[in-house]
Structures are given as C-alpha cells and as structure tokens.
C-alpha cells in the first residue's frame, strides 16, 4: 500500500506541474489562466483523463512499491517506468472518450484519430517527459526511504 499511496502524492503534483506548463504555454493572465483550465476540466475526456491518472497512479503504485520493497529493484527506473506508465494510460483512457465524442459527432475516423489520440498523446509526452521522469525518481527514491524507515 506504501507504493499507491506515494503514487497518489505524486499524481496530484504532476497535474499540478501539468497545470503550471499550460499557463506558461499560454501566458495570459493568471486569472485568464485558472478560467482556461476550469473550462479545461468540464471536458469529459479531461475529466476521465484525471480520474484515470488518480487509478492507474493507485495501482502501478502498488506494483512499484512491491518491485522496489519486497523483489529489490532499482528504484530509479521503476519510478521512471511508474510515470511514464500512468501517464500513458491515463491519457489513452482521456483520449479514448474524445475519440467516441467526435466519432458520435459524425467526424471522420482519421481526423478524430489525430485530434483524440495522436495530438494529446504527443503534447503530453512532449510536455510531460521532463516532469515525469522527475517525479518518477522522487516516487522511487520515496518509496526506497520509507522502506528503510519501517526496520
């Protein structure tokens, strides 16, 4: 449980950074900034995408934490791997409910295949490579700590 619980922490900060490299990408006004990203959240697949993030950190969390604490693995690349893991999939799920909408709105399956799930995909790994392989070392070392902590 040591492991979900860390990934919890470390999703919330990553939505935060999320949010913070889209008001420096957009570079309005703060106030400008926050309305952007409410407006943002009331999007299905945003939405989706979040709660997805929160579930997949929770359970590659626990993975991880058993890889790291009980089969002694690297700690580093388990993080990094956690990371890059949920964020895949958590943006996979968002884009995959963007992909039905436009589907549903009668687009056609090509530009709804770029739109939903290519251009999300790439913006977010683009955007988010840096901060996750960041908060994939903190998570990692983390979860090392506490381990020693609890002999």
Known sequence: MIGSKVAVVFVSIGLIAA?????????????????????????????????????FGWIYGRYAGIIIIISNKDELWIGILTGFLTLLTATLVGSSVGLIRGLLNSEDLISSINDYLYEPLYGILIFGFIPTIVLGILFGNMIRNREHRNE
Do not use: F, H, W
Not at 33 to 54: D, E, F, S
């Open 19 to 55: 949010s913070g490299i889209l008001m420096l990408i957009n570079r309005g006004s703060l106030i400008e900034n926050l309305n952007l990203i409410t407006k943002m959240i009331l999007y299905p697949n945003v939405t989706i995408g979040i709660i997805a993030c929160y579930a």
